[in-house]
């Protein structure tokens, strides 16, 4: 089981004072590098993986052997409608590892898992409360995401009745990724321009209050590895 430590380095009142500022903090780096790049490889090494896309309010889950049973014919066409439902409504194509809500359901000598039960524990739940002034923060959820060329997230505020979300995080874990590949984490202003955009760093966590409107942007086909994260919400419960 991999034991999980924050970064000896972050500094929670400096935090506190961006956060307070703008909505929107990067705590980096969020963990020993080792541990960063033991998470990335275990993330890496995974074929749990599952393809995700809507329709609408119903979300679609396709295991990764069945999405790599798609002839090129097929892909592109459900590929091409995907996007077309992007043009007028909210719309995600990515693919995902869930990590059960329920913690008693949650196997330790899982990299993913044990990153979640991390998440789950005093010292990140203090600190997260400390930055965001949230103290009703009382659990964090998680799932890891694969963004690969041609998945996106459009446009959205994180807001879910009844899930009590005070904030959310993305974890990045991509080595080297550039801007123009695409899959940046984007904040939207209200005129509808771009205030901020992230890379998904590797060790890097990007904290921002909810609700706030943000997106992520289409991967292109020059990127020359999968965008690669872990992300959650800060909610008063399970």
């Known amino acids: 089981m991999t034991a999980f430590t924050l970064h000896p380095s972050i500094d929670p009142l400096a935090l506190r004072a961006q956060f307070a500022a703008t909505g929107i903090v990067q705590i980096e780096p969020f963990l020993p590098a080792s541990l960063a790049k033991a998470l990335a490889a275990d993330l890496a090494s995974r074929r749990d993986w599952t393809w995700i896309f809507n329709n609408g309010e119903k979300v679609y889950d396709l295991p990764r052997h069945g999405s790599e049973a798609l002839t090129a014919d097929q892909e592109a066409r459900l590929r091409a409608a995907i996007v077309a439902q992007a043009r007028e409504a909210f719309q995600f194509c990515f693919e995902s590892v869930r990590v059960p809500d329920a913690r008693e359901a949650r196997d330790p000598a899982d990299t993913l898992h044990a990153f979640a039960e991390f998440m789950c524990g005093e010292d990140v739940l203090g600190l997260m409360r400390a930055v965001t ?36 995080y993305v974890m990045g874990l991509t080595e080297g990724w550039r801007a123009e590949w695409g899959g940046l984490l984007l904040f939207h202003d209200n005129c509808g321009d771009v205030s901020r955009g992230f890379t998904p760093r590797a060790n890097a966590l990007t904290l921002f209050s909810v609700p706030q409107v943000h997106s992520v942007s289409c991967v292109t086909a020059a990127a020359a590895t999968p965008r690669t994260s872990i992300t959650g919400w800060l909610r008063t419960s399970a």
């Open 133 to 168: 002034g949230a103290h009703a923060i009382g659990f964090a959820d998680a799932q890891a995401t694969i963004y690969r060329p041609g998945d996106f997230l459009t446009a959205h505020d994180d807001v879910v009745p009844g899930k009590q979300r005070h904030a959310a």
